[in-house]
């Protein structure tokens, strides 16, 4: 069965927050990114001007620009409804308020409608979806993966967790997943196992602090990468 545009979509993140959330700093910035299960952030269409490599893959993207854009407005009134609903589980500081969250990421949303078209036909947003990506194995310098795996440690199974995580891993040479909490702001009970794994698989990794936190508690990014 195809993917339904009839759940609430992921919500775009600009690259000021990739920066923070994935603590990228200029030499990183220059290097060939894949963002996978981008959703709607407009990081690709940001980089792209200034002249950087990023590939975005999701499944969202098989639906059109008018499609996605109708479903925005759709969720809107329910994502911001939700965030009132729960205050306290936010951190208020460079977002402001739930009125000023939404604001930052419809901008984003619509940066990213606007780079869609071009985007799509350039090669620069691909439909893939974990565990199984396109591609050949290290062609991407860096892979960055956000507010998706460990997220939905409810939703998702552990297999599926490890196989996206050594997928990811497969097709490039480092990779950075944030944040490392469930949504409810429990630490997932998947992140120990595979980091047993992904041990006895010979890679190594770090769990590093950034310097980004709006889900309470949630400023430490999982980063991998080979000896």
């Known amino acids: 069965m195809g993917l339904q545009l009839n ?9 000021d927050e990739y920066v923070a959330m994935f603590g990228l700093d200029a030499q990183a910035l220059k290097l ?8 709607l952030a407009s990081f690709n269409a940001e ?10 893959w999701d499944p969202i993207y ?11 407005q759709d969720t809107y009134p329910t994502v911001i409804s939700g965030v009132r609903a729960n205050l306290e589980s936010y951190v208020w500081q ?20 606007e780079d869609f078209p071009a985007g799509l036909s350039q090669g620069r947003y691909l439909r893939a979806a974990l565990p199984q990506l396109p591609g050949s194995a290290q062609h991407f310098d860096l892979a960055l993966c956000s507010h998706f795996l460990f997220t939905y440690s409810d939703q998702l199974s552990q297999p599926f967790h490890r196989d996206s995580v ?3 891993c497969r097709v490039a040479r480092e990779v950075r997943v944030f944040p490392l909490l469930t949504l409810s702001g429990e630490p997932s009970p998947f992140l120990e196992p595979i980091l047993a794994e992904l041990s006895d698989a010979g890679y190594n ?15 430490r990014m999982l980063q991998i990468y080979r000896s």
């Open 205 to 219: 990794y770090r769990i590093q602090p950034v310097a980004y936190e709006f889900q309470r508690g949630s400023n």
């Open 32 to 39: 060939n990114i894949l963002d996978c299960a981008a959703g």
């Open 166 to 168: 050594l997928e990811l």
């Open 62 to 72: 098989q639906f059109s620009t008018d499609e996605i854009a109708q479903r925005i």
């Open 94 to 113: 460079t977002l402001k308020s739930p009125d000023h969250l939404g604001e930052v990421r419809m901008a984003a949303m619509q940066r990213f409608l």
């Open 7 to 15: 759940t609430i979509i992921p919500w775009g993140r600009n690259l």
């Open 47 to 56: 980089m792209t001007v200034r002249g950087h490599r990023v590939t975005s």
